[in-house]
């Protein structure tokens, strides 16, 4: 493997993340009914927020299908600068639709109007709803307040396009041959991570196979971790058989199993990721990974 191809096409990867991309475009909801908007600075950029309290959710009313994303900031007082830990939950008629447990501190570049209250960096929530009218409840707890802004976007067609990238780190790269496609793979074996370099916020869909050798039969265990900065954020067991439409075109003395596929998400800015080989402890796995596809508009 040619490491420093790989940190080319990684670097390359992120600055395709960062840049403009033809996809469905977000548009900000920036009237709600019985609620007064406010006008929060970003880079110098005005954003339209709406404030949510614990005493106080958000009642906004969409249609659909759509895709929802809401980006909340923490709202401080200016003595209160350490990081803090909250909680956003989006509801409809009293079902949990979703849920995010977050932490965030304060962000530089940001200001609410005239106000002195320290603002914290952004964090957001996605989530589909199907067609209808849906009439949707934003609640926060663990802080007594939380600013947020709502988009949405049309369903993509099909599900959301997908890119591949490179890690900045592995052992090897391996060609698996799919019907009529050469896809590539990473391999990654125990104290041998492959480590992706990503920027957020996103969701990271990792397509993992086991490397069969000629002593292995039926079906077989392997044991993925997954690590941040380091921490080990979720372990994933796998139980899988040998594939039988797919194959390595450079890789001689293995087989190919079928694919399980994991998604993680990931929080904002540029993130460090790592996956690592738990068991078999003298075998080995191969990983590729790919992103959605960003969309433009009125974001952050």
């Not at 949510?52 to 600068?81: F, I, N, Y």
Request: aromatic share 4%; net charge positive.
């Amino acid at each position: 493997m040619k490491l420093r191809s790989q940190l080319i096409a990684a670097v390359v990867a992120i600055l395709f993340l960062a840049a403009p991309a033809q996809a469905a475009k977000w548009q900000a909801i920036d009237r709600i009914a019985g609620r007064s908007p406010l006008t929060v600075s970003v880079q110098e950029n005005p954003r339209v927020y709406f404030r949510v309290t614990g005493d106080s959710p958000l009642s906004v009313t969409v249609d659909g299908p759509c895709r929802l994303r809401v980006v909340s900031r923490a709202e401080l007082s200016r003595d209160q600068s350490r990081p803090i830990s909250y909680r956003v939950r989006i509801e409809e008629g009293g079902k949990l639709l979703k849920e995010q447990a977050t932490e965030s501190s304060a962000a530089d570049g940001v200001k609410l109007g005239d106000s002195e209250a320290v603002i914290c960096k952004s964090r957001s929530i996605a989530l589909d709803l199907p067609g209808a009218k849906h009439r949707l409840m934003i609640s926060v707890a663990g802080t007594p307040q939380v600013l947020v802004r709502i988009f949405s976007s049309s369903p993509a067609r099909g599900g959301a396009e997908m890119i591949s990238i490179s890690p900045v780190e592995a052992a090897r790269s391996v060609t698996l041959s799919e019907g009529e496609k050469l896809i590539p793979y990473y391999t990654v074996f125990p104290g041998k991570p492959v480590k992706l370099r990503i920027v957020g916020p996103t969701s990271l869909e990792l397509s993992t196979r086991l490397d069969f050798d000629a002593t292995m039969r039926g079906t077989q265990a392997y044991r993925i971790a997954i690590m941040k900065r380091g921490v080990r954020i979720r372990e994933l067991d796998f139980k899988t058989t040998k594939a039988t439409t797919a194959s390595y075109t450079d890789l001689k003395d293995r087989s190919a199993s079928k694919m399980d596929r994991t998604v993680i998400p990931v929080g904002d800015g540029v993130q460090e990721i790592s996956v690592e080989l738990l068991e078999p402890k003298n075998g080995s796995a191969e990983v590729h990974a790919r992103v959605p596809q960003p969309t433009v508009g009125s974001e952050e």
